[in-house]
């Protein structure tokens, strides 16, 4: 019999930045439910760039201002039909979602029943009174969940080049000192934006307290919010405001806001920008309710939310005409929720095989489990303040030549003998594209919320260019021993003969630099 062919899916994405933020993980589980298909995302042009280096998506079609209307409607349907797709998913809820696909001719249309679209899809999902309990991100995996496509809970993750981390590491500076990002504004209405003179209080003590910097980001509605911040909080000697709102791309604004230490913001587009990109949140809640489009749970990130009889009331203006839920929140407790998820510490991350043991190709039996002498002198490295942490790349978890359990208690042993802090290891193929797999920063990210570590002053040693650039990606300083197969590197910072070596550097290294 001749092999099936693979689907063409067409994903009707959401049309806001917070809502398309919060797809992300849906999206990552329809491609591993078909790692074969062509999934193309149809979405406006204001939401497009957060995924214009997404690899869980072959191409974006712009829903654009032609498209309006009727005769708009007809001419994207007609356009769709050319690309023969097999199926639809419909994230967004809207009627007009179900309607173009069923115009087009999409044999498949999967989306909620609800918007009195039900007869215009193939399978329309039920939409229940509890769906509108779930977390946002939970309830775009449950339509995919109910229509049999298997959708595991992960977190949003926004993907950026290490061009544009470095291009906005410059634009700060690359100041040592902290730096706290505040996103003032939100376009859904003034019911969910804090007051501007709490923020800059926030700022004025941020900035004289670490003599770091404080960044202001915002659209163009913003431009009036942030110039007033910046001049109630003035010129300060100890630290540096840069007003950035209104003057950066979208792309431009999450890669700005993946180089902040923390965020302070309202419920808004960039608060799901900054948890997907791994930055520390502090987000204030008023009309709105974070249990359904907050942070993540178990992250570091805060959600602070007065509770009255009148709210969650999801309205755009206060009803009451005196913002009292938001009021209730005050600066200190802003500021004090920013002093408990500051990142703070130092470490040094330590790649697993070829660094601090032999390379064995696939290491999943103890006989060829050989620790590098020069291990012994890491504890040198928790006496000077660091802690340590190993990041290990294990897709031979995900190949089927090493079982996790094993990967689990080789990383013990040098927990138990050496003194590691924490081991973190990435089991998914390279076909994965996980947030984690090194040289994406994920494991460093969560390593980050979990210890609360100052990535910047921080320190990363491996045998490969993926453990330097993984250093990069996060500002951290990079040294390459010599013990791998690779004797050098054009993205070290230093190369070492051995572990030895690299120890001596990092504590030479952190000394000259105080």
């Known amino acids: 019999m001749p092999e099936?062919?693979?689907?063409?899916?067409?994903?009707?994405?959401?049309?806001?930045?917070?809502d398309a933020v919060m797809t992300m993980p849906a999206i990552r589980a329809l491609r591993k439910a078909y790692?074969?298909?062509?999934?193309?995302?149809?979405v406006k042009p204001s939401v497009a760039d957060l995924f214009e280096k997404d690899p869980h998506i072959d191409s974006l079609i712009l829903y654009t201002e032609k498209f309006k209307g009727i005769l708009g409607k007809l001419k994207l349907a007609y356009s769709l039909r050319r690309m023969d797709f097999s199926k639809a998913i419909l994230l967004q809820n809207a009627f007009d979602a179900a309607f173009i696909t069923f115009l087009a001719g999409i044999p498949e249309r999967i989306g909620y029943k609800r918007d009195g679209r039900g007869k215009l899809l193939t399978k329309p999902v039920p939409f229940h009174r509890d769906d509108r309990r779930l977390h946002h991100i939970n309830y775009y995996l449950n339509l995919l969940t109910s229509a049999g496509v298997p959708a595991a809970y992960s977190q949003p993750y926004l993907y950026l080049s290490l061009e544009e981390r470095?291009?906005?590491?410059?634009?700060?500076?690359?100041?040592?000192?902290?730096?706290?990002?505040?996103?003032p504004g939100a376009s859904f209405g003034s019911a969910?934006?804090?007051a501007t003179e709490r923020f800059a209080d926030v700022a004025s003590r941020f900035m004289g307290d670490t003599g770091g910097s404080v960044v202001l980001f915002g659209g163009d509605n913003e431009l009036k919010i942030a110039s007033e911040i910046e001049k109630l909080v003035g010129s300060r000697k100890s630290g540096h405001l840069l007003n950035l709102a209104g003057r950066t791309s979208l792309r431009e604004l999450a890669s700005l806001i993946a180089e902040c230490d923390v965020v302070v913001t309202n419920d808004s587009g960039p608060m799901h920008i900054a948890y997907a990109v791994g930055t520390p949140v502090v987000a204030i809640f008023g009309s709105t309710d974070?249990?359904?489009?907050?942070?993540?749970?178990?992250?570091?990130?805060?959600?602070?939310?007065?509770?009255?009889?009148?709210?969650?009331?999801f309205e755009r203006t206060c009803r009451n005409n005196?913002?009292?839920?938001?009021?209730?929140?005050?600066?200190?407790?802003?500021?004090?929720?920013?002093?408990?998820?500051?990142?703070?510490?130092?470490?040094?991350?330590?790649?697993?095989?070829?660094?601090?043991?032999?390379?064995?190709?696939?290491?999943?039996?103890?006989?060829?489990?050989e620790i590098f002498p020069e291990t012994g002198s890491l504890p040198a490295?928790?006496?000077?303040?660091?802690?340590?942490?190993?990041?290990?790349?294990?897709?031979?978890?995900?190949?089927?030549?090493?079982?996790?359990?094993?990967?689990?208690?080789?990383?013990r042993v040098f927990m138990d003998r050496y003194g590691f802090d924490d081991f973190y290891y990435?089991?998914?193929?390279?076909?994965?594209?996980?947030?984690?797999?090194?040289?994406?920063?994920?494991?460093?990210?969560?390593?980050?919320?979990?210890?609360?570590?100052?990535?910047?002053?921080?320190?990363?040693?491996?045998?490969?260019?993926?453990?330097?650039?993984?250093?990069?990606?996060?500002?951290?300083?990079?040294?390459?021993?010599?013990?791998?197969?690779?004797?050098?590197?054009?993205?070290?910072?230093?190369?070492?003969?051995?572990?030895k070596e690299a120890v001596k550097f990092i504590l030479s290294d952190e000394q000259n630099s105080h």
């Open 35 to 42: 790692p074969e298909s062509k999934i193309s995302l149809l």
């Open 166 to 183: 470095l291009a906005s590491r410059n634009t700060l500076a690359g100041s040592s000192k902290p730096v706290l990002g505040i996103n």
């Open 192 to 194: 969910k934006r804090w």
């Open 426 to 499: 990435c089991p998914h193929g390279p076909d994965e594209h996980c947030a984690c797999r090194k040289p994406e920063p994920g494991m460093l990210l969560s390593a980050r919320s979990e210890h609360r570590i100052n990535l910047k002053k921080s320190y990363v040693v491996g045998d490969k260019d993926v453990d330097m650039l993984l250093a990069r990606a996060v500002g951290a300083k990079s040294v390459l021993v010599k013990t791998g197969k690779q004797q050098g590197s054009p993205y070290a910072d230093f190369v070492a003969d051995d572990l």
């Open 381 to 411: 490295l928790k006496d000077g303040g660091f802690l340590l942490i190993g990041v290990t790349n294990q897709s031979g978890i995900y190949r089927g030549l090493v079982e996790e359990p094993f990967v689990k208690e080789v990383n």
């Open 322 to 369: 005196d913002l009292r839920c938001m009021d209730a929140i005050t600066a200190d407790d802003v500021y004090q929720g920013v002093k408990n998820i500051m990142p703070e510490r130092r470490a040094v991350f330590f790649d697993r095989d070829g660094t601090i043991c032999r390379e064995a190709d696939y290491l999943n039996n103890w006989a060829d489990f």
């Open 290 to 313: 974070p249990d359904l489009t907050g942070p993540p749970a178990g992250n570091i990130n805060i959600a602070l939310k007065f509770s009255l009889s009148c709210g969650p009331c």
């Open 4 to 18: 099936k062919k693979p689907d063409n899916i067409l994903v009707r994405g959401v049309n806001w930045i917070g």
